[in-house]
């Protein structure tokens, strides 16, 4: 959530032989008005809320060097 809107979204699935498969989303550029009207007034981007255009391959590479963090600090922990 950011100023009170979705900005992104992770399904889980379980799948054969207790795997999981996690799939993460983030609206990064979309536009103002590009949101079907279901949603329009419950999600944002990070292009609306911050006024810039974000490159995607640099937000993938800093996502998962930031979730590589924290699943490093969790193994730490069990």
């Known amino acids: ?3 009170g809107k979705k ?3 992770v399904l889980t699935e379980r799948v054969l032989g207790g795997h999981v498969i996690i ?3 983030v609206n990064i550029n979309n536009e103002l008005g590009s949101f079907p009207d279901e949603i329009k007034n419950a999600a944002t981007s990070l292009k609306i809320e911050l006024g810039e255009v974000f ?3 640099l937000f993938l590479e800093q996502l998962i060097l ?3 963090k924290e699943y490093i600090a969790y193994l730490a922990k069990i």
């Open 1 to 3: 959530m950011l100023n």
């Open 55 to 57: 490159d995607p391959d």
């Open 23 to 25: 799939g993460i989303g």
């Open 7 to 9: 900005i992104s979204g």
């Open 66 to 68: 930031e979730l590589d």
